[in-house]
């Protein structure tokens, strides 16, 4: 993850480059070690350098990895003239690098060739059937196509090699949410809990698709998950809160007040809606009087 410091120090290069201050190779070596998305910037500032003959001259080797950070940031612009540029001159300096081949499928993509980028990336596997980024690409191209399902079955095979992979899991989470097949996405969350416990994302995603799948077990196991969130996150989760309220609603619906196992969490449901309450309030007090009345419609204050 990035840290604050670095992407304070990102965010003010960024500033001074803009304005004609600064270093541009210091900032895109910086967005490229942050894995920032900051395309549009990239791929201004990388042109200049790589039109002027002096600041190219100054990089060495490194010049070459201009290029590539060039053509991946003008395909995200639809600049694919200009990505093809690159690409071809990086052809020239590396020809039948796996690395330019992973570009020409990309580009193929952009310009939405998908059988022309496949059939790259089959070749490219033949010789390297673990590449990683090239199976992910296969991913995205079932996605840009609307096929989900080849999507999901392709992210599995994946995963089956790559089980640490933690933004595999949580893509294969969104796909099976997206699909309505809430029990497998389940599944992806729990994987990610377990190898990443102190992250509050995954409790809440978690919480919100128990929540979804409804059913008095997972009602209340949302509410833990949503409890653990705010406890995480330092009791500033507004999502969490919202999630404690609504569950503990729920809950109570369903049991009708008998559920003896509810009566030692039942302090939450007040402690959360008070949270709620005093957010707004130093938040967006304009919000607080509507905030209020809903709270009140499902008898959570008086």
């Given at each position: 993850?990035?840290?604050?410091?670095?992407?304070?120090?990102?965010?003010?290069?960024?500033?001074?480059?803009?304005?004609?201050?600064?270093?541009?190779?210091?900032?895109?070596?910086?967005?490229?070690?942050?894995?920032?998305?900051?395309?549009?910037?990239?791929?201004?500032?990388?042109?200049?350098?790589?039109?002027?003959?002096?600041?190219?001259?100054?990089?060495?080797?490194?010049?070459?990895?201009?290029?590539?950070?060039?053509?991946?940031?003008?395909?995200?612009?639809?600049?694919?003239?200009?990505?093809?540029?690159?690409?071809?001159?990086?052809?020239?300096?590396?020809?039948?690098?796996?690395?330019?081949?992973?570009?020409?499928?990309?580009?193929?993509?952009?310009?939405?060739?998908?059988?022309?980028?496949?059939?790259?990336?089959?070749?490219?596997?033949?010789?390297?059937?673990?590449?990683?980024?090239?199976?992910?690409?296969?991913v995205a191209i079932a996605k840009a196509q609307g096929n989900l399902a080849?999507?999901?079955?392709?992210?599995?095979?994946?995963?089956?090699?790559?089980?640490?992979?933690?933004?595999?899991?949580?893509?294969?989470?969104?796909?099976?949410?997206?699909?309505?097949?809430?029990?497998?996405?389940?599944?992806?969350?729990?994987?990610?809990?377990?190898?990443?416990?102190?992250?509050?994302?995954?409790?809440?995603?978690?919480?919100?698709?128990?929540?979804?799948m409804g059913g008095l077990e997972n009602l209340q196991a949302a509410k833990?998950?949503?409890?653990?969130?705010?406890?995480?996150?330092?009791?500033?989760?507004?999502?969490?809160?919202?999630?404690?309220?609504?569950?503990?609603?729920?809950?109570?619906?369903?049991?009708?007040?008998?559920?003896?196992?509810?009566?030692?969490?039942?302090?939450?449901?007040?402690?959360?809606?008070?949270?709620?309450?005093?957010?707004?309030?130093?938040?967006?007090?304009?919000?607080?009087?509507?905030?209020?009345?809903?709270?009140?419609?499902?008898?959570?204050?008086?």
């Amino acid at each position: 993850m990035v840290g604050a410091t670095e992407e304070a120090r990102l965010n003010q290069l960024e500033t001074q480059v803009d304005n004609g201050g600064g270093e541009a190779w210091e900032y895109l070596c910086l967005v490229r070690k942050l894995k920032a998305r900051r395309s549009e910037k990239v791929l201004r500032h990388g042109i200049f350098i790589l039109n002027s003959h002096i600041a190219r001259s100054k990089l060495g080797g490194e010049e070459w990895t201009l290029y590539e950070q060039v053509a991946v940031a003008a395909m995200d612009c639809h600049r694919n003239d200009i990505a093809n540029d690159c690409i071809e001159a990086l052809s020239k300096k590396f020809p039948g690098s796996i690395r330019v081949g992973r570009l020409k499928g990309m580009l193929l993509e952009a310009k939405g060739a998908w059988p022309d980028a496949e059939k790259i990336y089959a070749q490219l596997l033949v010789d390297n059937p673990l590449d990683q980024i090239i199976l992910k690409r296969k991913v995205a191209i079932a996605k840009a196509q609307g096929n989900l399902a080849a999507a999901v079955e392709y992210l599995n095979n994946y995963l089956e090699t790559f089980m640490a992979d933690h933004d595999a899991w949580r893509e294969l989470a969104e796909l099976y949410i997206s699909i309505q097949m809430y029990k497998q996405a389940a599944f992806c969350y729990e994987e990610l809990i377990l190898s990443q416990p102190t992250i509050p994302l995954y409790h809440l995603a978690y919480a919100d698709v128990l929540y979804t799948m409804g059913g008095l077990e997972n009602l209340q196991a949302a509410k833990k998950y949503y409890a653990s969130t705010i406890n995480l996150t330092g009791g500033k989760n507004t999502r969490a809160l919202y999630g404690i309220c609504l569950s503990s609603v729920a809950i109570n619906q369903l049991t009708k007040g008998r559920n003896k196992d509810e009566k030692d969490s039942a302090d939450l449901q007040p402690l959360a809606a008070e949270a709620l309450l005093k957010d707004y309030k130093e938040r967006a007090p304009e919000k607080l009087a509507l905030v209020t009345a809903m709270l009140r419609n499902i008898k959570l204050v008086s």
